[in-house]
């Protein structure tokens, strides 16, 4: 166990250094961060308690209550399945120090249960901000007994390791057995978005019945309302929403056990796999280039003596963003998650469309949807970072940084557009919502999603992140939710304007004109804003 422990210790320090190798204050910059993301995140988690409190009250008269506690198990585990499988790829496969930790004495469990490890301390400060406040809600109400408290701490630590352990379970036999194909990441890629898309279609086909306007659904009325629901998509979720619900502590003590044994047996079979098929897995698949054919089509005629610079820019940053699947995976999912959500919630809920009345609704919630996806998405806000060492490749072209920058913001505007793409099509196919209304939505959407995506550039090329060896740490950094963070007040400000004008009395179409063009003014100066540090700050960044 002592190289185990020796390795972790080595990860978890390098995780914690935020700065360049060598740069001072290390422990002062990681606190500043720490304290920045508690500042950030702190109205995130007051809104979750305030909406679930209310959720609470309304599930209380009929008994109903525990059903937050599944919401928070399922909605956690299904967090952490969806990020976590694309983290622990990127931790096991794709990481710069892997040549370096192959040829040393240590066992493959030793390598992939630190990095498992040090995903599991990440995905503890992900799944929090849904988690806490909703277990908060349940224990502050008064609903669990003396025995919750310690009970909840204990689940909370336990929740994110079953789906890490599934998400293991799905890479090590996808890397191992694509390991020796000519086209393996794009096998990865299509293997791992499967998985997700087999997930969700499971758990949104248990979760989401169709019912009648006005009924209460048979998901409120099983078991403890949703925990009874989870035992037909996975079990251990109910066990684990069925302990802190139980009314007498030996009760939820057995299921608390249950659900803990089957994480630590899943986390186990994990490991034994990583024993059998990790190394032939990371000898086959590490450092995937493009081939001499492939550099040839991106430096050669195939791109700079037939395209425009600006085409031939933003063809190579598509190659770069899609021959990585850490990098694929994180922006797809990230970007269309809500949209998504958005779509099975039109087609099963009817949130798409309520009716002719009220477009003027309709509208801006599917713009919001698509605005929101822009922001959230980290495809904007890594672009300078995804770079990494290899940015003076960029530098030494004979393009311009304005020109560089530009080529990433077409790149990341693709993103939005096809989360329009699928907002669209729920609210016409899905919400049965006249074409009229889709087309507005999409209009007003891509005019939000401009200035979001450009301030997520912005803030990537100022504070870029290029100092990373596994690409989930370019992917997944501080810069991601200060673009999320500029979106939300993009549309507070869009939302205040807005609110102003309706006091003053302008109808439905002036708000909507105010919105369209209040957006494209948002883009054309941050457009400007953009221009000038790409010029002055591009070409000297440093990896």
């Known amino acids: 166990m002592r190289p185990f422990f020796a390795l972790l210790k080595m990860l978890f320090k390098q995780a914690l250094r935020l700065g360049p190798a060598g740069s001072g204050g290390g422990s002062r910059r990681t606190a500043l961060v720490l304290l920045a993301l508690a500042t950030a995140g702190s109205p995130l988690v007051l809104g979750l308690y305030a909406v679930f409190n209310q959720v609470y009250t309304l599930l209380a008269p009929a008994g109903e209550q525990a059903a937050v506690l599944t919401m928070a198990v399922v909605g956690g585990q299904s967090i952490v399945l969806l990020f976590g499988l694309y983290y622990l790829l990127s931790a096991f496969y794709y990481a710069g120090d892997l040549p370096l930790l192959l040829p040393l004495p240590l ?47 204990a689940v909370f630590l336990v929740l994110p390791v079953l789906p890490l352990a599934v998400s293991a379970v799905i890479i090590f036999p996808l890397m191992r057995f694509t390991a020796g194909s000519k086209n393996r990441e794009l096998f990865r890629v299509v293997g791992s978005l499967l998985a997700v898309a087999v997930y969700l279609a499971v758990r949104f086909s248990v979760l989401s019945p169709r019912e009648a306007p006005g009924r209460v659904g048979p998901w409120l009325r099983i078991g403890h309302t949703l925990s009874g629901l989870s035992w037909a998509a996975f079990l251990p979720q109910a066990w684990a929403a069925d302990a802190l619900a139980a009314t007498a502590p030996v009760r939820a003590l057995a299921y608390f056990l249950l659900f803990a044994a089957v994480s630590v047996f899943l986390l186990v079979l994990a490991l034994v796999l990583a024993g059998k098929w990790f190394f032939r897995g990371a000898a086959g698949g590490y450092g995937a280039g493009l081939g001499r054919g492939g550099r040839e089509k991106i430096l050669g005629r195939g791109v700079f003596g037939s395209r425009s610079p600006l085409a031939a820019l933003v063809f190579k940053e598509t190659r770069v963003f899609f021959r990585t699947p850490v990098f694929v995976m994180n922006g797809l999912i990230s970007t269309f998650i809500f949209p998504v959500m958005y779509f099975i919630g039109s087609r ?9 009345g009220a477009w003027f609704t309709t509208v801006l919630v599917a713009a919001g949807v698509i605005v929101f996806a822009a922001g ?30 530009t080529a990433k913001l077409v790149l990341a505007l693709l993103f939005p557009l096809a989360a329009a793409v699928v907002v669209a ?24 999603a401009w200035p979001a995506a450009q301030a997520g550039l912005i803030i990537d090329l100022l504070h870029p992140n290029l100092d990373w060896s596994d690409p989930q740490r370019a992917i997944k950094g501080f810069n991601g939710l200060l673009a999320l963070v500029a979106t939300v007040v993009l549309l507070g400000a869009a939302a205040a304007g807005a609110g102003l004008l309706a006091v ?40």
């Open 425 to 448: 099509l729920a609210l016409v196919l899905a919400a049965g919502a006249p074409v009229r209304d889709a087309f507005q939505a999409l209009l007003l959407g891509l005019a939000g």
């Open 504 to 543: 003053l009395g302008v109808g439905a179409v002036g708000l909507l004109a105010f919105l369209f063009l209040f957006f494209l003014l948002s883009g054309l100066v941050l457009f400007h804003a953009l221009g000038r540090p790409a010029e002055r700050r591009y070409p000297v960044l440093e990896a």
């Open 348 to 356: 099963n809920r009817g949130w798409g469309y309520a009716g002719p």
């Open 376 to 405: 959230f998405g980290p495809v904007s806000a890594t672009a300078v970072s995804r770079e990494g060492k290899m940015l003076w490749v960029s530098k030494h072209l004979p393009l311009s940084g304005r020109e560089q920058m």
């Open 107 to 153: 066992r493959p469990r030793d390598i992939v249960g630190a990095k498992l490890a040090l995903v599991l301390a990440g995905e503890y400060l992900t799944v929090s901000a849904l988690v806490v406040p909703i277990f908060l809600v349940y224990g502050v109400r008064g609903a669990g007994g003396w025995w919750y408290w310690p009970l909840a701490l």
